[in-house]
């Protein structure tokens, strides 16, 4: 298997890991091993039933992504990679370990609302390592040019930065909603209000609303990257990564609302974090194949004006 390849099952793992992690988490089935790790119940194959086999499947799919992480980790080393793909390599492996330090701690804690976030917001991060990895490792993306318009121009530094931007809020936005989750303060708002004003009084509705913004702010932001790479002319490639981005928004949007309809019905909340993540996954792709195709060097000579009408 090529080294390509084996990254993008790596993704794809990932990706259904984080999905499974939130049916583990709607089905309430976060304790079904118990407070003990590695083993579970005292076993190291437990009776696999009930709560117990959610758990310990969501546990060997994580060491068998372990496993196929530490591989691709020893395939990077023995391959010609570049220095940016080496270190990012790098970061990988710390987060894997970092990430099964906290599975550890939310199992022994007994699922505490703030590590079970921060264990997501680190499942995203190595997700986005991956693709990065993904990427700069494929010889295709290496030969894909964006158009030179915004390839040789301080037009590129500015996609990156909004990419930086939407990325960034859409972390935000998981992290938030997922603290909410585990804190069980989804219905804490109906859909267009909280209790009996649209202004949140309590702490579940303040974050319950806050939640919503991010999402809103992240729709916006999104919408606006699609009309900036028509009218700023950023290329076919980054212009339809850019519409599936919305494309997904528009289908978390519709997600969302039947979630709280349905009083967070577990389908229906695993396929929220399902469209969460692939919309986390195309934007933060995006801001990789645009990084990859990073140009060596930049003209120093562009002026200020330049700079703001670009």
Same mark, same amino acid.
């Given at each position: 298997?090529t080294l ?7 993704i794809?793992l990932t990706?259904?890991?984080i ?6 988490a ?24 009930? #709560? ?15 496993i ?13 990679? #570049?220095?940016? /793909? ?20 939310v199992?022994?804690? #007994? =699922? ?14 190595? @997700? ?9 490792? *494929? ?9 030179s ?13 909004h990419?930086?931007?939407? /990325? ?5 936005? =998981? ?32 974050l ?5 913004f991010?999402?809103?702010?992240? /729709?916006?932001?999104?919408? =606006? =990257?699609i009309?900036w ?13 850019l @519409?599936?981005?919305?494309f ?6 519709i997600?969302?609302?039947l ?5 967070? #019905?577990?389908?229906?909340?695993v ?19 645009v990084?990859v195709?990073m ?9 200020? *004006?330049e700079?703001?009408?670009?």
């Amino acid at each position: 298997m090529t080294l390509n390849r084996f990254v993008y099952f790596t993704i794809i793992l990932t990706y259904f890991l984080i999905v499974f992690g939130g049916y583990v988490a709607s089905s309430e089935s976060g304790m079904g091993c118990g407070p003990e790790w590695p083993l579970c119940n005292g076993a190291v194959i437990p009776i696999l039933q009930g #709560d117990t086999l959610i758990e310990f499947a969501h546990r060997v799919i994580g060491a068998v992504l372990g496993i196929m992480t530490v591989i691709l980790f020893i395939k990077l080393l023995r391959a010609q990679v #570049d220095r940016s /793909t080496r270190f990012v390599s790098w970061v990988m492996l710390f987060l894997l370990v970092v990430q099964i330090l906290f599975g550890a701690i939310v199992v022994i804690l #007994d =699922l505490p609302a703030i590590i079970v976030t921060a264990h997501l917001v680190i499942a995203m991060l190595f @997700l986005a390592s991956l693709i990065w990895i993904g990427k700069s490792t *494929n010889q295709m993306a290496v030969k894909e040019k964006i158009h030179s318009h915004i390839l040789n121009s301080v037009k590129h530094k500015i996609v990156i930065f909004h990419l930086n931007i939407a /990325t960034t809020i859409l972390l935000l936005t =998981l992290a938030v909603g997922a603290y909410i989750k585990h804190e069980s303060y989804g219905l804490a708002c109906g859909w267009l209000s909280c209790g009996e004003s649209l202004i949140p009084a309590t702490i579940p509705e303040f974050l319950q609303t806050t939640h919503r913004f991010l999402a809103i702010a992240a /729709t916006l932001y999104i919408f =606006l =990257l699609i009309y900036w790479s028509y009218t700023k002319k950023w290329g076919a490639a980054l212009r339809n990564r850019l @519409l599936f981005a919305g494309f997904l928004v528009l289908l978390q949007i519709i997600i969302g609302v039947l979630t709280v309809i349905t009083y967070i #019905d577990i389908p229906w909340a695993v396929l929220h974090l399902a469209a969460g993540t692939a919309l986390f996954a195309s934007v933060y792709e995006a801001r990789a194949y645009v990084g990859v195709n990073m140009p060596m060097s930049y003209k120093p000579s562009i002026s200020s *004006n330049e700079k703001f009408h670009s």
